[in-house]
């Protein structure tokens, strides 16, 4: 009995810095994943580091008078008596996109999408980015092809695509899709 005590002691001496190591490696992954998580699923959402505003008015106060606008009426799909405006701004490298529910003055960007690097987005990657930059920030995208890496989020509500030409960002683009 004395020696199998003593043998269970040893083992245990010898397999603990091996299993709380392990451990530790587990941890600092979960860590390293919930930081990509959390960083991919604010940059899918607010992902730029300028002020933009949440409405046409807000937008065209910070960014200035755009070049263009186009605006276009819609039902609302879950009211077809309502109707809802799609506004689409259009500025030197720059084009954002408001969703107007009705006349309650309910308005939110469906569209952001920039492609010259005087519009900077967060965490350090943008236009100019390569797409290592991209993946050390925000993990492995959801998909990824030649000359395009897409974050979706889990909603299937909210996406960012980085668009490439010559392995750098060319544009990145934030679509928010309505219900």
């Not at 395009?148 to 060319?170: D, G, I, P, T």
Request: some cysteine; glycine content about 4%.
């Amino acid at each position: 009995m004395k020696r199998f005590i003593i043998t269970l002691l040893a083992c245990f001496i010898f397999l603990f810095p091996v299993l709380t190591a392990h451990a530790e490696e587990i941890d600092e992954e979960e860590e390293l994943i919930n930081s990509f998580t959390s960083k991919r699923e604010e940059f899918i959402w607010k992902g730029w580091a300028f002020t933009l505003g949440n409405n046409v008015q807000e937008i065209i106060a910070n960014l200035g008078k755009p070049n263009k606008i186009k605006t276009k009426n819609v039902k609302n799909r879950h009211n077809p008596k309502q109707t809802d405006k799609i506004s689409h701004l259009y500025y030197d490298w720059l084009e954002v996109a408001t969703y107007r529910v009705g006349d309650n003055e309910k308005e939110f960007i469906i569209l952001l999408s920039i492609n010259n690097s005087r519009y900077e987005a967060k965490f350090g990657i943008g236009i100019g980015s390569k797409k290592d930059d991209i993946m050390n920030v925000l993990g492995k995208p959801s998909k990824q092809k030649k000359n395009l890496l897409k974050y979706e989020h889990e909603s299937s509500y909210a996406e960012v695509n980085f668009y490439f030409r010559n392995n750098v960002v060319s544009k990145v683009e934030w679509l928010v899709f309505p219900d």
